[in-house]
């Protein structure tokens, strides 16, 4: 019987990776939802599969490969199931997937997120009869022969749908929602994959992104992050301005960085040209009922004092500022082809902390680059001491298929030199950390309540059933909350759960490497009673 009704299958959706997956991931399930499509936290009970991939490590995919092995096995009972890989890994690896695990009925990349729905449609309208008996797979993928590489081809770019399809429920909404400003990159770091699976830099009318967030607070969000791999690459030309069936057209980034190696932006801005410090600016002032405004990610080449001036100047915007910087050698930045020397990034931690001295940075560190030494480690280890960041995301180099530095350089540092260099680093950002904490021990902050504590939802889970505890009063529930300062710091509390999604000030108590822990100043006095 052919399966047209499609409004009765349940979906399964599994994340991996950043968070632009994890906003992707929103996007399309919003869409499929519109459809009628219902979505289970079990696999086991789904009718359809799907794992929203990422390629950026080794690591990272082999998770996904274990689950396609899972699921291969799975199908042998449930063959009227369907296996979907969308994101990063369905671009990389393409039709080679299907060729080596043909449990997998449809691949789609990241650039053609907007045709999920066709897909599983088409696979559910599609039975075995109909294909002959031969199960081809469906497949959207952008290829590396159709790169966007002009104005015409972003004109026709379908994508922007997707980002505009956004379902805007109150209901589906929490304190928090991410926004994209600009997608995929072509900064062609020598390791990295984003360039081949994403494409190339495509920015979103502002228009767009301002009306987006503004129907996002006006259905209860407080809290706006705005995605994109180098954000302060943002840059809209709003005199070329493509207008197609009443949508303005993304565009194309520009090789030229716009502020390059300088303090402010650069000569060619012009008028009309939206920056991403303007970007930040029209965000923050049009919306006075936007709590807080965060961004990430930076690149550290080009990240002008106009950008530092606008935070600056506007009290919601976050204090906070990821900088990967990947590396504390000039030798190896080099290699790695980031654009920047460890002088200039140093002078760009400087001008950041002269503009705002309360921000907190974050980086990312790639340990065992081909070719690293001793001494570019301990370079290293020296920014870190340098720039005092309030954490570090270190990560072993993992060669990654479609870079140059697989074809170029050989993976000549051994995974135990890896694992050593990565703990030491991590050391003495544990160090630092714990002191960049400590330093709030004693103060009072706003802290932007995000949800229950993990260690709450486990106690509950593992606690009896209070309904079966007969005889017995109820105890007190204490739930413990998390929450985020303005400069990124998560703070733990006990609290009321209602107060998720909205900003209250926090007492700091105690501090560990990664936690601030706090009570809230109201219910200091309140316990004091009690005690
Ligand atoms: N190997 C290890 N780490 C990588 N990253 C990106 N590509 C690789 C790779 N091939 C890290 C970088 C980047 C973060 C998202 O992942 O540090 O900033
Ligand atoms: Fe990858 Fe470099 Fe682009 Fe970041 S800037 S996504 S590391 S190529």
């Known amino acids: ?54 390629s950026v490590r080794e690591h990272a995919e082999n998770k996904v490969w274990s689950r396609v092995g899972e699921i291969g096995i799975h199908k042998k009972q449930n063959p009227h199931v369907i296996l979907g890989i969308i994101g990063c890994m369905a671009e990389r690896d393409g039709k080679d997937m299907i060729r080596k695990h043909p449990q997998i009925d449809l691949l789609c990349g990241p650039g053609e997120l907007d045709k999920v729905p066709m897909l599983i449609d088409n696979r559910l309208k599609t039975d075995l009869e109909e294909r002959g008996g031969v199960r081809n797979a469906d497949i959207a993928l952008q290829g590396n022969t159709h790169r966007r590489t002009a104005t015409l081809s972003a004109a026709q770019d379908t994508l922007e749908m ?126 006075p009922n936007l709590q807080r405004l965060r961004f990430i990610t930076s690149l550290p080449r080009d990240f002008g004092n106009d950008i530092l001036q606008v935070i600056k100047d506007r009290p919601r915007i976050c204090r906070y500022l990821h900088l990967p910087v990947q590396s504390g050698s000039n030798r190896i930045l080099k290699l790695m082809n980031r654009g920047y020397t460890v002088e200039e990034f140093k002078d ?134 998390t929450g985020r300062t303005d400069g990124d710091l998560i703070v733990v509390f006990d609290g009321d759960a209602s107060l998720i999604g909205i900003t209250v000030d926090i007492t700091i108590d105690q501090a560990s490497p990664l936690t601030l822990f706090g009570s809230q100043a109201a219910a200091v006095n309140a316990s004091s009673n009690n005690a």
């Not at 690459?233 to 207008?243: G, K, L, P, Q, V």
């Not at 002269?354 to 001793?374: M, Q, S």
């Open 1 to 54: 019987m052919n399966q047209t009704l499609t409004n009765n299958k349940s979906i399964y959706l599994e994340t991996f990776g950043c968070q632009m997956n994890v906003l992707d991931t929103q996007l399309v399930k919003g869409q499929l939802q519109s459809l009628g499509y219902a979505f289970t936290d079990s696999w086991q009970s789904a009718d359809v599969i799907i794992y929203n991939t990422c």
């Open 162 to 287: 997707l980002d505009l399809s956004r379902a805007f429920d109150p209901d589906t909404h929490e304190g928090s929602a991410y926004v994209r400003i600009t997608r995929g990159c072509n900064k062609f770091c020598t390791y990295c994959v984003v360039p081949n699976t994403r494409g190339g830099e495509v920015h979103r009318h502002p228009d767009h992104i301002v009306e987006e967030c503004k129907k996002l607070v006006e259905q209860g969000v407080k809290e706006i992050t705005l995605l994109g791999q180098t954000v302060n690459h943002y840059h809209y030309d709003t005199n070329a301005t493509i207008t197609i069936e009443g949508v303005h057209q993304p565009q194309i980034g520009q090789i030229l960085s716009p502020n390059r190696g300088t303090g402010g932006p650069s000569p060619v801005f012009s008028d009309g040209v939206v920056s991403f410090a303007d970007l930040l600016a029209r965000i923050h002032d049009e919306i």
């Open 348 to 481: 760009l931690i400087d001008r950041v902390r002269e503009y705002l001295p309360d921000a907190e940075l974050a980086t990312d560190i790639i340990v065992g680059f081909p070719t690293e030494t001793e001494e570019d480690q301990q370079q290293t280890a020296e920014l870190l001491r340098y720039c005092k960041f309030k954490n570090s995301f270190i990560f072993k180099y993992s060669p990654r298929p479609g870079t140059v530095a697989i074809d170029r350089f050989e993976d000549d540092i051994s995974n135990d030199t890896k694992k050593r260099r990565n703990n030491e680093l991590l050391n003495i950002q544990s160090e630092i950390s714990k002191e960049i904490h400590e330093a709030y021990v004693g103060k009072t902050i706003p802290v932007f309540v995000e949800a229950i504590s993990r260690k709450t939802i486990k106690a509950r889970e593992n606690a009896a059933d209070p309904a079966v505890t007969i005889g017995w009063e109820k105890p007190q529930e204490i739930t413990q909350l």
